[in-house]
T-cell receptor
Framework: KAGVTQTPRYLIKTRGQQVTLSCSPI?????VSWYQQTPGQGLQFLFE???????NKGNFPGRFSGRQFSNSRSEMNVSTLELGDSALYLC????????????FGQGTRLTVV | QKEVEQDPGPLSVPEGAIVSLNCTYS??????FMWYRQYSRKGPELLMY????GNKEDGRFTAQVDKSSKYISLFIRDSQPSDSATYLC??????????????FGSGTRLSIRP
């Protein structure tokens, strides 16, 4: 069974630009969550999508947005990039509903210059 | 105060030693507990998942949960250099608006010396 796939693996963007990251969950998994990981803040929850609906949201500004498609694939968008947005962005998929373990992808390393 | 506290380390032990990694939490609503291992430049890999107090064993790994003390542990027996990584504890609550959100500890960097 294929794992969680995130693309691209690495990305370099300039301040003020926008970026879209993609996540394909494990086949059959309907829940996709996004996390930001930085050395100083650790893993911070961005949002979760289940059956194309945002079910939960973390404390990030509105520049961070996401969506989920009918095939459960998800995209995350960050607009007006800031230097502080440089981080490893991780996607996690869960089989269904809540209270199940999450499986992570390899992440997209975003560098904002 | 953070909901989940984890000593960042680094923790360095000789090969073959028993490693003990710990987390404390403040939210008594947490009922589901996980341990992840993360190698450098990789995504976290799920090691253990448990939802009850007590011990759960899987090979060289044992997860321990004490809900009365709000304390969880991961023990690694016969540690190997390949166990060198960052270990993250994580937990979630079963109901309510935050049920789908997993909260992570900051991670403990572990190094096993050959």
């Amino acid at each position: 069974k294929a794992g969680v796939t995130q693309t691209p693996r690495y990305l370099i963007k300039t301040r003020g630009q926008q970026v879209t990251l993609s996540c394909s969950p494990i086949s059959g998994h309907r829940s996709v969550s996004w996390y930001q990981q930085t050395p100083g803040q650790g893993l911070q929850f961005l949002f979760e999508y289940f059956s194309e609906t945002q079910r939960n949201k973390g404390n990030f500004p509105g520049r961070f947005s996401g969506r989920q498609f009918s095939n459960s694939r998800s995209e995350m968008n960050v607009s007006t990039l800031e230097l502080g947005d440089s981080a490893l962005y991780l996607c996690a998929s869960r089989p269904h509903g809540q209270n199940t373990e999450a499986f992570f992808g390899q992440g997209t390393r975003l560098t904002v210059v | 105060q953070k909901e989940v506290e984890q000593d960042p380390g680094p923790l360095s032990v000789p090969e073959g030693a028993i490693v003990s990694l710990n987390c404390t939490y403040s939210n008594s609503a947490f009922q589901y507990f996980m341990w992840y291992r993360q190698y450098s430049r990789k995504g976290p890999e799920l090691l253990m998942y448990t939802y009850s107090s007590g011990n759960k064993e899987d090979g060289r790994f044992t997860a321990q949960v004490d809900k009365s003390s709000k304390y969880i542990s991961l023990f690694i027996r016969d540690s190997q250099p390949s166990d060198s990584a960052t270990y993250l504890c994580a937990m979630s609550s079963p109901s309510g608006s935050s049920a789908s959100k997993i909260i992570f500890g900051s991670g403990t960097r572990l190094s096993i010396r050959p």
